[in-house]
């Protein structure tokens, strides 16, 4: 069963435009910080690095994939970057508070990107109703 989903899961990746693997990239660094936080404030020190370590790598992947020519990727690189400084911190640290930081930066950042994607096709209304948010807040 779980060879199954990794499967299912690699398929989704390979065959997702990329709209939505931005997406999924964002709603992985929202998952991996708030897990980290969840785990810094219970004390599991490996659970919240390795949550962090999955978190940068994020980071990472979002910032080699802007596309220079769009104007406004250099701010998303600025902004890309702090963030992740600042989860390096927060691992050597063990500081939730700067986790939190990012996770809040995370999830707003996420839903940006999905009202912008999915203004397009009507779609954020239904995501939004689905998480139990409003889409205008």
């Known amino acids: 069963m779980q060879r199954t989903y990794i499967a299912y899961q690699q398929n989704q990746v390979m065959t997702a435009p ?10 992985g660094l929202c998952k991996f910080t708030k897990s980290a936080s969840n785990s810094c404030r219970d004390g599991d020190i490996e ?8 978190a940068e790598a994020i980071l990472s992947e979002l910032i080699s994939s802007l596309n220079p020519e769009v104007e406004i990727s250099e701010n998303l690189a600025i902004v890309y970057e702090y963030m ?3 989860l390096v911190e927060a691992n050597v640290q063990k500081d939730a508070d700067l ?3 990012i996770h809040n930066m995370a999830v707003e950042l996420r839903d940006t990107w999905l009202q912008a994607a999915a ?11 689905k998480k139990g948010v409003s889409a205008l807040s």
């Open 47 to 54: 659970h919240t690095s390795n949550n962090l370590v999955k």
């Open 119 to 129: 203004s397009q096709n009507g779609e954020a209304e239904h995501y939004f109703e």
């Open 18 to 27: 990329g709209e939505k693997l931005v997406l999924m990239l964002f709603e």
């Open 84 to 86: 992740y400084r600042r």
């Open 99 to 101: 986790i939190d930081e």
